[in-house]
């Protein structure tokens, strides 16, 4: 069975620090992308990071650029979201999310939702001011 589970949100205050886990099993991990999205009330789900298992590569959103760090420990099979000087806007339901990685596909195409074959079951962040 797949399973993505996430793990490590919480409350804190604007300006620290979260790291997020996401936990992956049941497909082969080292053949996936994994991506962060991210959704806030009223608000449609956007793309935070994401990483290419398959080539290594990686990517962040301009909102989150400089301040979160995405890494695969593929020994885990788990990503990590490392989220520094958190901002009360970064407050959301965080999910990550694996898809098969398209080949010369541009980056856009790892920021679409309805791309990933799998998705966790979020877990919440709350920044508060």
């Known amino acids: 069975e797949v399973q993505l589970v996430e793990s490590g949100g919480g409350l804190v205050q604007a300006g620290g620090t979260l790291r997020l886990a996401c936990a992956a099993s049941?497909?082969?991990?080292?053949?996936?992308?994994i991506g962060w999205f991210r959704q806030a009330p009223g608000k449609r789900r956007e793309g935070v990071s994401y990483?290419?298992?398959?080539?290594?590569?990686?990517s962040y959103a301009d909102s989150v650029k400089g301040r979160f760090t995405i890494s695969s420990d593929n020994a885990k099979t788990t990503v990590y979201l490392q989220m520094n000087s958190l901002k009360p806007e970064d407050t959301a339901v965080y999910y990550c999310a694996a898809v098969l990685p398209c080949a010369h596909c541009h980056g856009a195409y790892y920021y679409t939702p309805a791309m990933y074959n799998y998705w966790g079951q979020g877990t919440q962040v709350t920044v508060s001011s």
């Open positions: 049941g497909f082969p991990f080292g053949g996936y992308a």
């Open positions: 990483i290419n298992n398959k080539d290594g590569r990686t």
